[in-house]
């Protein structure tokens, strides 16, 4: 199963994709996890996608997709992946599709979750994340057991560089202009689940759950 997770930065496609990935036992891949761990190790790649992201803005195509379809290449991958982040533009869906193909596979489902832009702002300004597993937290809405720390493995919580509210704005923007697109081209592929992604954690991942046993079934 090659599932895509779509949404607005703050839409919680991160934590949804984490927790359904495990349970459905599928690989997890996170562009931008991926480009935040290479900053990390400080290679070529990092050096390359840091202007951009520090921006708010999309690191271009080319560097993006080799990324991911390396990874996609990986035996953990043969039973199935959930995107998260990616693709982002209609360029990286269709080389998604074109590598996919290659294997006689396809995107099979592609879940959209939708929340409005106000309740989006407030999550991101909000957002802490750990350095270890990068669950996200927020300070309001869903803040850890102990101040700074993870509940789930006790990593420290630090808040992203580019969730500052000017870089946030440019991140909703780029994604109303770039990604958004992807919705309806999921949707004329038939492709498309929308869930809604406001309230709880739990009840936002039974959605997801539920909209996807559906589509199985079908
Ligand atoms: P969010 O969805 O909350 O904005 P991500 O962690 O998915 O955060 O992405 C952070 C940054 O990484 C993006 O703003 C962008 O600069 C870069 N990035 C991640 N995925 C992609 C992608 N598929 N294409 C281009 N840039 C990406
Ligand atoms: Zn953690």
């Given at each position: 199963?090659?599932?895509?997770?779509?949404g607005?930065?703050?839409?919680?496609?991160?934590?949804?994709?984490?927790?359904?990935?495990?349970?459905?036992?599928?690989?997890?891949?996170?562009?931008?996890?991926?480009?935040?761990?290479?900053?990390?190790q400080?290679?070529?790649?990092?050096?390359?996608?840091?202007?951009?992201?520090?921006?708010?803005?999309?690191?271009?195509?080319?560097?993006?997709?080799?990324?991911?379809?390396?990874?996609?290449?990986?035996p953990?991958?043969?039973?199935?992946?959930?995107?998260?982040?990616?693709?982002?533009?209609?360029?990286?869906?269709?080389?998604?599709?074109?590598?996919?193909?290659?294997?006689?596979?396809?995107?099979?489902?592609?879940?959209?979750?939708?929340?409005a832009?106000?309740?989006?702002?407030?999550?991101?300004?909000?957002?802490?994340?750990?350095?270890?597993?990068?669950?996200?937290?927020?300070?309001?809405?869903?803040?850890?057991?102990?101040?700074?720390?993870?509940?789930?493995?006790?990593?420290?919580?630090?808040?992203?560089?580019?969730?500052?509210?000017?870089?946030?704005?440019?991140?909703?923007?780029?994604?109303?202009?770039?990604?958004?697109?992807?919705?309806?081209?999921?949707?004329?592929a038939?492709?498309?689940?929308?869930?809604?992604?406001?309230?709880?954690?739990?009840?936002?991942?039974?959605?997801?759950?539920?909209?996807?046993?559906?589509?199985?079934?079908?």
């Open positions: 199963m090659y599932i895509v997770f779509l607005a930065p703050g839409a919680g496609k991160g934590t949804q994709a984490a927790t359904v990935a495990e349970k459905l036992n599928l690989a997890h891949i996170a562009s931008g996890d991926m480009f935040r761990e290479a900053q990390k400080e290679t070529e790649l990092a050096k390359q996608a840091k202007v951009y992201m520090e921006k708010g803005m999309l690191v271009p195509d080319d560097i993006t997709i080799q990324m991911v379809l390396e990874r996609i290449a990986a953990d991958c043969e039973r199935g992946v959930i995107f998260d982040g990616f693709p982002r533009t209609l360029e990286q869906a269709k080389a998604l599709d074109e590598a996919l193909g290659k294997q006689g596979k396809m995107i099979d489902s592609v879940v959209y979750i939708k929340v832009e106000a309740e989006l702002l407030e999550r991101l300004s909000g957002r802490w994340i750990c350095r270890q597993c990068q669950t996200p937290y927020h300070m309001v809405n869903s803040p850890p057991q102990t101040p700074g720390k993870c509940d789930r493995c006790g990593g420290e919580l630090y808040q992203r560089p580019d969730d500052t509210p000017e870089t946030v704005k440019e991140r909703l923007k780029v994604y109303f202009a770039e990604t958004a697109p992807l919705i309806d081209h999921y949707a004329q038939g492709k498309l689940l929308e869930v809604g992604g406001e309230g709880g954690v739990d009840e936002v991942r039974e959605r997801i759950l539920a909209s996807l046993e559906k589509e199985t079934v079908k």
